[in-house]
Every structure is written in structure tokens, then in C-alpha cells.
């Protein structure tokens, strides 16, 4: 079946520490997105990637990280630098019609202790 | 800039009542219009979409219009049941920005037995 896999489902890390969540989709689709997801809110931009090789900043980049090396993959990294990393993460991926909806992973959840 | 305003939640209904969750929006073009669910820590998944004005799509009960007139996009469902239960997020995209989406701050919609 074609989707777009997140893991882990749960992350556990430490401060200071540097994580990284995999986002892996197998539907040829060239554009992938992260968002960070807080308690009770909407859906915020942390980067996107409309090609292989290539990948833009989107609202809220500072402390994270991201490549993308392959059409399939798209990990973040999560930096010490992020201030208040703990939150939800979605991954998504769109195919290059014009109005072609996204297509959401099931979300890694980020606790950090 | 673009923008997406949803009714604030939480909305609480009774089985069977009929649902009317309201979203506006403001573009710079003409944007492709999305309503989206995400069920309790899952991803979100796509419900309905519209991609120009006066088309309505549906799924699973649930309806929404394009309204360019007035900039609506409005989700309604004739009779709802607890397996709704979920928060619904309005979303929109340019043909000239790919498919980024910005989103509404969603909708929690709780429904009683």
C-alpha cells in the first residue's frame, strides 16, 4: 500500500540532545513538508522540500535541521538549539498537480526530559 | 498575506444533530479549499476538498461549498455520530505557490451519545 511512514511513534530525549524523526513515502510524490503540532493548536511550518536536493525554510526553522537526499526521504533533526522542542510531529507529502491535497504521516510525539 | 479563520471549539453535540463548522478565508489568487480530520493522536486525513468555486465535495456524510462570494468554505453533515468525533482543520492553497497549505486553527467537534 502507498503512504508516508513516521518513527518512531514516541520519542523520548534528553536536553541537550540532538534527535532526528524519519519521514519515509512511497508514493513518487516530489514535495514533503514537516509541521510541528502543539497541545489544542493548529499546524505550524517547520521546513519543506518541493524537489529532491533541495528544501526552504518555512515559519518556524530556527533549532531544526532537515535533508533531502532521496525523493522517498525526508528525516528532520531535531537541534539542542530548539528551545521548546517537546511537540507533535507531522510529516506530509503532495504530488505536483496544481490543488492535489496533501498526504499526512501518522506523527512522531516528541517529549523531551 | 493568506489566511484561514475557523469557528473556535470546543463543539459539543448530541448524536444525530445536524454539524456546521464555519471557515472563511482570505487569498491573494484562487485558491484549491480543504477540510481535513485528525482523530486523537493520529495524522491528519484528507475529508473533503473543492479546487474552484460553486463545487462542493463530499465524503462520508459531510458536505462543503465553495463560496467564492463570500469566502466560505463551510463543513455541514446532516446528522452526526460519535465516531465523528475528532478536530477538523480548514485549509487552503494557491496555483501559484505548489500545493502549500495554510491551515485554520481547527475545530474540535465532541459528540454525545
Known amino acids: 500500500d502507498g503512504g508516508i511512514t513516521q518513527s518512531p511513534k514516541y520519542l523520548f530525549r534528553k536536553e541537550g540532545q540532538n534527535v532526528t524523526l524519519s519521514c519515509e513515502q512511497n508514493?513518487?510524490?516530489?514535495?514533503m513538508y514537516w509541521y510541528r503540532q502543539d497541545p489544542g493548536q493548529g499546524l505550524r511550518l517547520i521546513y519543506y522540500?518541493?524537489?529532491?536536493?533541495?528544501?526552504q525554510k518555512g515559519d518556524i526553522a530556527e533549532g531544526y535541521s532537515v535533508s533531502r537526499e532521496k525523493k522517498e526521504s525526508f528525516p528532520l533533526t531535531v537541534t539542542s538549539a530548539q528551545k521548546n522542542p517537546t511537540a507533535f510531529y507531522l510529516c506530509?507529502?503532495?504530488?505536483?498537480?496544481?490543488?492535489?491535497?496533501?498526504?499526512f504521516g501518522p506523527g512522531t510525539r516528541l517529549t523531551v526530559l | 498575506g493568506n489566511s484561514v479563520t475557523q469557528m473556535e471549539g470546543p463543539v459539543t453535540l448530541s448524536e444525530e444533530a445536524f454539524l456546521t463548522i464555519n471557515c472563511t478565508y482570505t487569498a491573494t489568487g484562487y485558491p484549491s479549499l480543504f477540510w481535513y480530520v485528525q482523530y486523537p493522536g493520529e495524522g491528519l486525513q484528507l475529508l473533503l476538498k473543492?479546487?474552484?468555486?460553486?463545487d462542493k465535495g463530499s465524503n462520508k456524510g459531510f458536505e462543503a461549498t465553495y463560496r467564492k462570494e463570500t469566502t466560505s468554505f463551510h463543513l455541514e453533515k446532516g446528522s452526526v455520530q460519535v465516531s465523528d468525533s475528532a478536530v477538523y482543520f480548514c485549509a487552503l492553497s494557491l496555483n501559484n505557490a505548489g500545493n502549500m497549505l495554510t491551515f485554520g486553527g481547527g475545530t474540535r467537534l465532541m459528540v454525545k451519545p
Open positions: 473543492a479546487t474552484k468555486a460553486d
Open positions: 508514493l513518487n510524490h516530489d514535495a
Open positions: 522540500s518541493q524537489i529532491v536536493n533541495d528544501f
Open positions: 506530509a507529502s503532495s504530488g505536483d498537480s496544481l490543488g492535489n491535497e496533501q498526504f
